[in-house]
């Protein structure tokens, strides 16, 4: 069995990198439990227990996805962990954080500035969404009508100002905003879970990681622990 350790921005990303694992694996073949890890000083935080799926003969894959509690944290939580996970058998750790409110122009600072001094007991990679993990929903074409069977490609082209089908959404420096005003999408849980439960994932896999970089990147390292 392999275990993964995913330590995600907030709980948009958790959500989401949890229904995306659960999608591109088979279910019963993976068991995700996630955590949150909240206050306390660098490097003493606090590690609170949210929801574990229990290990079956049949599974394969073991994931840990952490809500690291704000973009600044992910670094910080993984150092903080990477000892232990190694302790505890873990093969592989991802980060993933947004850019925004960064500009595009601090993209590959941040970038080089983020594996810098991650241990290499263990595989680790931070992913930074260009420029949220919301422009992936966004590029995500398929799942407009679900939200809204009014909402055909056109409309949304032209609310987002670019062709979502075809084009990089890593162009657009707040795609949050855009899918406000396309489908008044906001952070709140009800509303991400309604999104995430509406994405086509094999799109997302086979698709909108051609146009999207930062997504490509996600789903690389994710392969690279299948035989």
């Known amino acids: 069995m392999k275990k993964v350790a995913l330590f995600v921005e907030g709980q948009t990303e958790q959500i ?5 694992i659960e999608q591109v694996i088979s279910p019963n073949k993976v068991t995700v439990t996630t955590y949150q890890l909240r206050g306390g000083a660098k490097y003493t935080r606090n590690l609170i227990l949210l929801k574990m799926q229990s ?27 990477s000892q232990s996970m190694k302790q505890k058998g873990f093969s592989l750790i991802i980060g993933l954080r947004d850019v925004y409110p960064k500009k595009q122009d601090e993209i590959a600072f941040l970038r080089k500035q983020l594996n810098f001094g991650l241990s290499a007991d263990i595989p680790t990679h931070i992913v930074l969404a260009v420029t949220e993990v919301e422009a992936w929903f966004l590029a995500e074409e398929n799942h407009y009508s679900k939200i809204d069977a009014k909402l055909t490609l056109a409309k949304v082209n032209a609310i987002a100002g670019i062709d979502v089908s075809k084009d990089s959404t890593e162009t657009i420096d707040h795609p949050t905003k855009r899918l406000q005003h396309i489908y008044k999408y906001t952070k709140n849980k009800h509303k991400v879970h309604r999104v995430v439960n509406a994405l086509d994932y094999a799109n997302l ?3 909108v990681r051609q146009r999207n970089n930062s997504l490509a990147e996600l789903f690389t390292h994710l392969d690279s622990i299948f035989p």
């Open 205 to 207: 896999y086979i698709n």
């Open 55 to 81: 290990v079956t003969q049949q599974t394969d894959y073991c994931f840990a996805i952490y809500d690291c509690g704000g973009d600044s944290k992910v670094k910080d939580d993984i150092i903080e962990h």
């Open 16 to 20: 989401f990198a949890q229904k995306l």
